[in-house]
């Protein structure tokens, strides 16, 4: 009999192919006290039967995983909302913290359930819930008028969907931090309220990087010579303070000149900026347009790299843009259109995965849907670079002769794409379940029998 890797039931626990009474026996497993494998629970669309074997785990660690389940339905993890323990409850309510499409948006827990949670005894409960980033706007702004006045700051996040009695309620709140924060969400309109602020210190350089100024405080501000990449950044700047700070001594309050959306492409030219080599392109103005077809031409055709970075991390642009950021030289545009955009071009795909690898090379290899396939075997089997050949495996005319020999490649990556795929035949799948650096793999693979899997299950002393 051989003997399996103890990975290998981490990857039979991610087989799609994992029949569900052999998924149940895992999810059965207490795992020495850790529970089952962290993939079992991670599964996406869990039979019911699985689902509420979970819920009445007598391993804490268990609930608390499927609670952060990013592949869970939200109404699934708020059966556990009800939970005996406060560990689950606070999970249930911080909801998942990753997911595996980085473009993918968690569905948030119904507006009823979160509302149970927020009356939550236990106070860890009740942070998690108001420092989610998975709430409905609808719950947030229901929050305006709430006792705690940590749930009424949670309602200032979605300040642009309040009523106007929500926000002049806010405004006039009796918590000063409540105060602070709804005056610096509309002092952007308000030169009163952004006067006020300035006197307030730790309000002073929001309020000088948003608020409405009057031209004095304005001029105090640049004589003294602080906070001035704030200043630099306001929209309300008068023209002849916007060109004095862009020929400012600091480097940074230049850079902020030059991303200010009033300007010309001239103008913007003749700023001596800098921009960091890996910068991501934080845009205030191109982010609140990510989908203003305007606003996104207006970034995408300029010729600084920090507004086309911005630009090109939106998912509405439209196919000419598209092709124009497609061909930018500016590596980091090309990095984020392969993030972000479901039509960019498999040439800028191919790119991107040749230039980061790694993990994110592997998700976007296996997860975006316009990365090529065809044709890959031919191309990459006998390339020099391991990084290339592992995408031999992702062909459909690939044979298992050739997944087989991949499977023995120099290159680690490689011979784990190769256990991972259902061409590789029986012989060599199994004796890849034995090698530690192949076991999760094979034991993901699709093509394992249900025998095997039960015999990796026997193995790792799961109870039958």
């Known amino acids: 009999m051989v003997a399996f890797h103890s990975s290998a039931l981490d990857g039979v626990a991610a087989n799609p192919a994992l029949p569900t009474p052999l998924l149940l026996r895992l999810i059965a497993f207490d795992g020495g006290g850790h529970g089952p494998p962290f993939q079992a629970l991670h599964r996406p669309g869990l039979p019911e039967p699985a689902v509420a074997a979970v819920l009445t785990h007598p391993v804490l660690n268990a609930r608390v995983r499927f609670a952060m389940s990013g592949q869970a339905e939200p109404e699934q993890r708020a059966r556990l909302a009800d939970d005996p323990s406060p560990k689950v409850r606070a999970a249930v309510a911080n909801g998942p913290e990753w997911t595996r499409d980085p473009r993918t ?19 860890s409960v009740r942070s998690a819930l108001l420092h989610s980033p998975h709430l409905a706007p609808s719950f947030l702004a229901s929050l305006a008028r709430h006792p705690d006045p940590a749930a009424r700051r949670a309602a200032l996040r979605v ?12 405004l006039d709140d009796p918590d000063p931090e409540v105060r602070r924060s709804a005056a ?14 300035l006197r307030d210190p730790a309000a002073l350089p929001e309020a000088l990087r948003r ?22 950044g306001n929209p309300s700047l008068p023209a002849d303070l916007v060109d004095r700070l862009a020929v400012d001594p600091d480097d940074g309050v230049r850079l902020a000149v030059s991303l200010r959306p009033e300007l010309t492409e001239a103008r913007r030219a003749a700023i001596d900026f800098t921009v960091a080599l890996r910068a991501r392109g934080d845009v205030d103005w191109v982010a609140v347009g990510i989908a203003d077809q305007e606003v996104l031409r207006r970034a995408a055709a300029s010729a600084h790299p920090l507004l086309r970075r911005a630009a090109a991390r ?13 061909e930018d030289a500016d590596v980091v545009v090309r990095t984020h259109l392969a993030v972000y955009h479901p039509d960019t071009p498999a040439e800028v795909l191919m790119s991107v995965y040749a230039r980061l690898g790694g993990t994110f090379s592997a998700w976007m290899a296996t997860g975006h849907p316009r990365f090529p396939r065809e044709g890959l075997a031919a191309r990459y089997a006998d390339h020099p ?55 999760f793999s094979a034991g993901a693979n699709p093509a394992l029998p249900p025998g095997e899997m039960a015999v990796v ?3 790792a002393g799961v109870p039958g």
């Not at 300040?159 to 806010?170: K, M, S």
């Not at 509309?186 to 006020?196: E, W």
């Not at 608020?211 to 630099?232: I, Q, T």
């Not at 499977?407 to 029986?426: E, F």
């Open 105 to 123: 948006k968690v569905r948030p827990l119904p507006d009823a359930v979160c509302g149970r949670l927020l009356e939550d005894p236990e106070p």
């Open 159 to 170: 300040w642009d969907e309040l009523t106007a009695d929500g926000r002049a309620t806010l």
């Open 184 to 197: 610096l969400c509309a002092c952007s309109h308000d030169a009163r309220l952004t006067a006020a602020l």
């Open 211 to 232: 608020g409405l100024l009057d031209r004095a405080d304005a001029e105090r501000f640049l004589a003294e010579g602080v906070h001035l990449v704030e200043l630099a």
């Open 314 to 326: 939106s998912p509405h642009l439209p196919p000419d843009l598209l092709r124009l950021l497609a």
């Open 385 to 439: 670079d391991g990084i290339y050949r592992q995408l031999a495996v992702r062909d459909p005319a690939a044979g298992p002769d050739l997944i087989e020999r991949l499977s023995h490649d120099p290159d680690v990556r490689t011979r784990q794409a190769a256990a991972r795929d259902p061409r590789l035949p029986l012989p060599c799948l199994l004796e890849a379940l034995a090698l530690p650096e192949l076991a």
């Open 457 to 459: 299950l026997d193995e």
